[in-house]
């Protein structure tokens, strides 16, 4: 009986071991290679970047994703999860990669490593009637962000603003100005634009708060998967694919310059 219960330990502290140590690294390459797909994450609520069609999850940086794995010769299975569990997942190893417009900033690099961008991008003010158009029009203002985002960071900055409301998804955010609840709305200028030609009413857009980098993001010096990542979005902005995307869902290029 005695012994039992030592193996049993044995047995626990060997899995738990073996646990802590799959834990502890990111897939390599090699391994993705081996295993022939990506697993990548999103969000699925950030028209035009990432959203769902009815069933279907799409938009630029999903069919971007599906390219730049292409030429890395791998198919994605890719998940969507709230915005604010993807950093998280991705430092827990339950995938290989985020895309999900997250700008590079020096607090998140400091737990992921970001890619090289594939795109550049701001935090525009969006207010009903105009009458909030530049940064210091916030002042007294109470303004809608999304929970975790550089909007919410950035605007918290702003002096004078008299309330930051912050929203688990983006698209609620704008809800909250549409309907009248808040006065000014954060967000990236080609998510405003979007959403302007679908649904007008209520929305006028204003100045750039700030400009950002937007990445793809890694386990932190997993940088045999970043180095192969690089490599292949330059191919596919170099042959056309890029151009050809971003113009389908952003009616330009949107590279860095
Ligand atoms: N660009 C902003 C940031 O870096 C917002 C990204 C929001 N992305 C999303 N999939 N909702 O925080």
């Known amino acids: 009986m005695k012994r039992l219960t030592t193996l049993k330990l044995l047995a626990v502290s060997c899995i738990a071991a073996f646990a802590f140590t799959s834990n502890a690294s990111a897939r390599t390459v090699d ?43 791998l198919k994605v299975e890719w998940k969507s999860l709230s915005f604010d569990a993807l950093l998280a997942g991705l430092r827990q190893d339950r995938w290989d990669l985020v895309i999900a417009s997250f700008g590079i900033t020096e607090e998140r690099a400091k737990a992921v490593t970001f890619t090289q961008p594939h ?38 900055k702003v002096p004078g603003v008299k309330e930051v409301k912050n929203y688990p998804q983006d698209t609620d955010a704008r809800a909250a100005l549409q309907n009248g609840r808040v006065d000014a709305w954060i967000s990236d200028r080609f998510v405003v634009k979007t959403a302007l030609e679908s649904n007008p009413a209520g929305m006028k857009m204003g100045d750039f708060l700030f400009v950002e980098r937007i990445a793809s993001a890694i386990k932190k010096g997993n940088n045999t ?6 490599k292949a979005l330059a191919e596919v902005m170099a042959d056309g694919t890029y151009k050809a995307l971003s113009e389908k869902y952003l009616k330009e290029d949107v590279r860095c310059k």
Do not use: H, W
């Open 31 to 73: 391994e993705i290679k081996a295993d022939g797909k990506i697993i990548i994450a999103t969000e699925g609520a950030y028209p035009p970047f990432n959203y769902f069609q009815g069933s279907k999850l799409t938009g630029f940086e999903v069919e971007l994703g599906d390219a730049v794995a292409k030429k890395m010769g």
């Open 119 to 156: 795109y550049c991008s701001g935090g525009v003010i969006v207010s009903r009637d105009g009458s909030v158009k530049t940064a210091a029009d916030l002042a007294g203002k109470v303004v809608a962000a999304q929970t975790g985002s550089t909007y919410f960071e950035n605007v918290k």
């Open 225 to 230: 998967l970043g180095a192969a990542y690089d």
